[in-house]
T-cell receptor, first 116, second 112 residues
Framework: DGGITQSPKYLFRKEGQNVTLSCEQN?????MYWYRQDPGQGLRLIYY???????QKGDIAEGYSVSREKKESFPLTVTSAQKNPTAFYLC???????????????FGSGTQLSVL | GDSVTQMEGPVTLSEEAFLTINCTYT??????LFWYVQYPGEGLQLLLK?????DKGSNKGFEATYRKETTSFHLEKGSVQVSDSAVYFC???????????FGKGNQVVVIP
């Protein structure tokens, strides 16, 4: 089955620790995205990548980093600089880029990150 | 920048009731408009979309019409079921841009 897989489902971070959230897709999609979901605030875009080896900051990129070395993978690192990391993190992908602006996003099932 | 506003607060209603969730948008160009649904513990799924004024998106008994004159994309369903309990997000992609901007979402709870 084609899809987008996030792991782990639950993750705990200690003070000063970096943690990495995994996102893998086998849909052959070019574009991938990371969103943060907080209660009552909807989804906010952290980073996105429209093609391998390229990515752009979203609206709340501070304290996060990403890489896009392979088309299938778009891991997100939550660094110690992110002072309020507790949230539900959603990864998404879409077939096209700005030339296909009506392409729908496919979402993973999310990772809940909590601070110990 | 371009943004989406959803009505405040959760929505609780009985099975077979009529559902309306309001969504208005602010955009400088001609955005595409979407409704996404999130079931408990899951990611989001596209429910319906509309790409130009007066388009009506529909799926699973839900409908929304792109109203440029009122900058709205309200979601409606005539008879809800318990299985419709979820969080519903309105979203848009600004003209020429593939980055979705989401509203805050509305929790819908349908009581048997």
């Amino acid at each position: 089955d084609g899809g987008i897989t996030q792991s782990p489902k639950y993750l705990f971070r200690k003070e000063g620790q970096n943690v990495t959230l995994s996102c893998e897709q086998n849909l052959n999609h070019d574009a991938m995205y990371w969103y943060r979901q907080d209660p009552g605030q909807g989804l906010r875009l952290i980073y996105y990548s429209q093609i391998v080896n390229d990515f752009q900051k979203g609206d709340i990129a501070e304290g996060y980093s990403v890489s896009r070395e392979k088309k299938e993978s778009f891991p997100l690192t939550v660094t110690s600089a992110q002072k309020n990391p507790t949230a539900f993190y959603l990864c998404a992908s879409s077939k096209g880029t700005a030339s296909n602006i009506n392409e729908k996003l496919f979402f993973g099932s999310g990772t809940q990150l909590s601070v110990l | 920048g371009d943004s989406v506003t959803q009505m405040e607060g959760p929505v609780t209603l009985s099975e077979e009731a009529f559902l309306t969730i309001n969504c208005t948008y602010t955009a400088t160009g001609y955005p595409s408009l979407f409704w996404y649904v999130q079931y408990p513990g899951e990611g989001l799924q596209l429910l319906l979309k509309a790409t130009k004024a007066d388009d009506k998106g529909s799926n699973k008994g839900f409908e929304a019409t792109y109203r440029k004159e009122t900058t709205s994309f309200h979601l409606e369903k005539g008879s809800v079921q318990v299985s419709d309990s979820a969080v519903y997000f309105c979203a848009l992609t600004p003209d020429g841009n593939n980055r979705l901007a989401f509203g805050k979402g509305n929790q819908v709870v349908v009581i048997p």
